[in-house]
């Protein structure tokens, strides 16, 4: 039997994980999914944290190259395997990417993710704060997406991969999408790319 070149550590319910996932099928490559037990540990045992020492998913593997953390895979993906089409060379192309990309760490993560896990799991979290960061964020992308079809410009590039996991699985976190139309609008471009494959839903 060949082996996958391509291995991804994930947790199916991990809008972080769907991000590489995403971006893998997006590309058309073919990997071979390692399913992290989350709910047992799994991902801060010894074998685990020799791959992310953060005991984090996802962690891609590809051949040698080990990569941690979701964006850092989109930027490897992009660079390895994406022709520059999902990354733009340019300095000017690549920061208006990079803010996305911080975004997704700072105001997604706490902001609609959070909200998310508080009302999947129950986690104990300031929820009106996150619902709060949820909505500033969701404003301000429906503002720029009312001037051009994608974050950072005419094309899909690794910023709308970034974003939209956590942003289409909003609705999970008690965050309505129907205020923010061109936002609605985005995901279903972000839908219609080729290769496109689907976050799945948590389940009361």
């Known amino acids: 039997m060949t082996r996958t070149a391509i291995q991804l550590y994930d947790f199916p319910l991990s809008g972080h994980s769907h991000r590489a996932r995403l971006m893998l099928s997006l590309l058309g ?19 685990f944290l020799k791959l992310n020492r953060f005991g984090q998913v996802p962690v891609l ?7 941690p953390d ?14 520059g089409d ?3 060379e ?10 996305w990309l911080s975004a997704a760490a700072g105001p997604l993560a706490f902001g609609a993710a959070q909200a998310r896990l508080h009302k999947w799991r129950g986690v104990p979290l300031d929820y009106e704060l996150a619902a709060s960061r949820a909505r500033a964020l969701l404003q301000v992308m429906d503002e720029e997406l009312a ?14 991969v970034s974003l ?13 999408l129907q205020p923010y139309p061109h936002v609605r609008a985005w995901l279903a ?14 389940k009361n």
Not at 90 to 99: F, H, I, K, S, T
Not at 147 to 160: C, K, N, S, Y
């Open 70 to 83: 979701s964006n850092a895979i989109l930027v490897y993906l992009a660079r390895r395997y994406g022709h």
């Open 90 to 99: 340019d300095p000017l192309g690549e920061a208006r990417v990079q803010r």
């Open 189 to 202: 471009r972000v839908e219609a790319l080729p290769g496109f494959v689907a976050m799945p839903a948590v």
């Open 29 to 47: 490559l073919e990997y071979e999914t390692i399913p992290v037990k989350l709910a047992e540990g799994e991902q801060k045992q010894p074998a």
């Open 86 to 88: 999902w990354l733009p």
């Open 61 to 67: 593997v590809d051949g040698e190259a080990v990569v």
């Open 147 to 160: 001037e051009r079809p994608f974050l950072a410009g005419d094309a899909a590039t690794i910023a709308d």
């Open 164 to 176: 939209y996991s956590y942003t289409a699985r909003a609705p999970e976190g008690e965050i309505s």
